[in-house]
């Protein structure tokens, strides 16, 4: 018997079937044990000593490996081929032998690149030894990471109230949106025309041409700069009698792009599909892992986290094949492309991600939404990287005036034969296509009519807000972070409320742009480009073996800590003070009168500066507390913020109505003082637009809509946290929109709340809400699976077992057979009912019969263990650890 690790209860059941009866194949369920989550699980004064801690989770997996190797031969590690993949085999490894549960049987190390049958079988012929060298870089990067966000996070909350964390890629990732929404403030655009003829041939063959030259001067992109200077030029176009001066047509070769890598594959999901990098690596974990083709659960693509664009030969034999059975010899190249990685790490780039088969078409495998659009993405990319080059024809035809005003020029490109264009073209981001229009057979000499001539006014565009896809394409050409870990990296800076999507941009929050104006003055190097893409380069020398992790680590600890230490001194007003002057143009812009912007708009002599509350920062005057004017960093749509302004008096009170902007937003306010009455405004209701009669309507909510059939008690309608609701008593019911508060009447609000009482066990409890989608039926309770909305996010029931979806999971990613395992998984640990009777149990255990810690009882800890470095593990038969080539260093 041999017991094989995988990471995955899914990955697990498919190579089990492969395997068979003298194998046991066990999930771990990722990492078995991390850095304990406290301040010095990493300690740089005992040469980088780690303490690792093993969750509830991690403490069940490595238990039932420990039971299942009892009676085993052997150990098999078959986690994922990458870095990570090697640092949970070691750390499994390491708290197998903390447990003493291998007692001297040998441990291999095996990996696959796919997840098939064959590929399983000579992965399992061919074991090796864990590569120390890459657990070596895990190390590294996991003792940075926990180093820098354990260190620079308690120094951004204690000088920048608000802020969340800051970590070594993440930080240099908010960098690059804030620069470029910091270019699009400045940018101004500017005006220009351009001045395009219809022309016809003899033949009546029509065709576009735009001005180039106006007299005798070749026109550069802006020098038709309004509307005069443009419609002279027109006319001199009108003017003109033209013929064909020259006519040129070069040919083209495009070859097809390579196969795709982990970077690349987020940059078209995100391009052509609208994934985010999440999404994808979501639906490329399910398709790598396998799915049920024919009663058999089958990988379909290779391993998702590559460097590498290379392809086995089998496979680039198997795709030739595909392509001429499915287009013809012609679109068969007569060698077999071979493709490079820029990977400076080998170790880490593995295989290109291509289907396991190049014969299983997309539309031949039913797979549900995500899974069948990202697997067709995959496979047209992979095969097309082995089609023919496609040839084209470019044509350019110049136009000569002869008044010698104005001549023209146009282009066109004609496809002589598709080749891989037939099957797929790569998606671009934020350029415009090509010039492919088809010019008709021109001749040189001859005569061309003038059909038609327009002058067009353009404005030069501000750059573009980075996309997914073109952040982790900047990210990848500076060399920082690595494309398996940019998927978490965007999702963290989403987490954070550092920065929204709107229309798939990324935008920087306020709170995002104060991180990264704090760092850019005191820790400049550090979120530096080049000194974080350098950092990358000295981990890939780790993983290679060249240069120690403890070296490494020593040599950044020096020079960071010294940083920390120096900013512990300087006074919360000093950071504000760099602040206000690195973001003056964004949180004090120009205003239309030429006023100072910096001067406070409520008292004669105060001046705007940034300030820190409990909830963040926010601008308020220098006259404070004398003076109470406050506003938000900035409004949401970037301009100049509005001071409060009188909107009238309550026709009924006399008292003032003002809709005033405090640190928290705009909002209205009737009367004066502690007593004021006070609404925020709906986000859909924008400050210009509140005028008195606005301003009542919110005030005077809740309104009251009118008493309740059954009991005569008053229904009301409001804005709360939530938004728009209608209320009786203990029920609340959602609106669909703020209007609706001051129009919903009273059959429409009891039968709201009929709907929302459906359901519930009490006359007042809330209801039981709608499924999101019903996934078929459990087996194990005859009752349909759903998935549901709560409180603490989306869950799975089955009716009589709950469990909420992993982070990792998207609501629209799940399937049945995925929803049954995390069921199962969630009986499996949920705790076994106690008997009403156990006193003796109980009190042995330190414990009260009602299951209560008794006074005086010892509370168990998380386990901890220490690292291979402090704590001698028993060393087994056949050593299962490569050690790593000595450097002299670390």
Known sequence: MHVVVVESPAKAKTINKYLGKDYTVLASFGHVRDLASKDGSVRPEEDFALDWEMDAKGAKQVKAIAEALRDADRLILATDPDREGEAISWHVLEALQQKRALKGKPVDRVTFNAITKDAVAKAMSAPRQIDMELVDAYLARRALDYLIGYTLSPVLWRKLPGARSAGRVQSVALRLICEREMEIERFRSVEFWTVEAGMTTPRGEAFSARLVTLDGQKLKPHDLGDKTKAHAARDAVKAGRYSVAAVEANPIKRAPPPPFMTSTLQMEAARKLGFSATRTMQAAQRLYEGVDIGGETVGLITYMRTDGVQMDGGAIAQLRRAIESAFGQQYVPQSPRQYQTKAKNAQEAHEAIRPTDAFLRPGQVRLEGDLGRLYELIWKRAVASQMESARLERTTVDLRDANGRADLRATGQVVLFDGFLRLYEEGRDDVEDEDGRKLPKLIQGEAVAIAHVQADQHFTQAPPRFSEATLVKRLEELGIGRPSTYASILEKLREKDYVRMDKNRFIPEDRGRLVTAFLENFFNRYVEYDFTAGLEEKLDLVSAGDLGWKSLMREFWSDFSKAVGDIGELRVSNVLDALNESLGPHIFPDREDGLDPRACRSCADGRLSLRVGKYGAFIGCSNHPECKYTRPLAPADGGAPEGDRGLGEDPESGEPIALKIGRFGPYVQRGEGADAKRASLPKEWPPDSIDLERALRLLGLPREIGPHPEDGEMMRAGLGRYGPYVQHGKTYANLGGVEDVFEVQANRAVALLAEKR???????????????????????????????????????????????????????????????????????????????????????????????????????????TKSAAQEKPATPKKPAVKPAKKTGAG
């Open 758 to 864: 459906a359901g519930g066990k009490g006359r007042f409890q809330r209801g039981a809400p709608a499924a999101l989608r019903e996934l078929g039926e459990s087996p194990l309770t005859g009752k349909p699976v759903k998935l549901m909305p709560g409180r603490y996010g989306v869950y799975l029931t089955d009716g009589e077992t709950n469990a909420t979806l992993p982070k990792e999971v998207t609501a629209e990613a799940v399937t049945l057979d995925l929803a049954l395992i995390l069921l199962a998984k969630r009986r499996e640990s949920a705790p076994p009912k106690k008997a009403k009777k156990a006193p003796l149990k109980a009190q042995a255990a330190g414990r009260k019969p009602d299951g209560k810690a008794k006074a005086g009882a010892v509370k168990k800890k998380p386990a901890q």
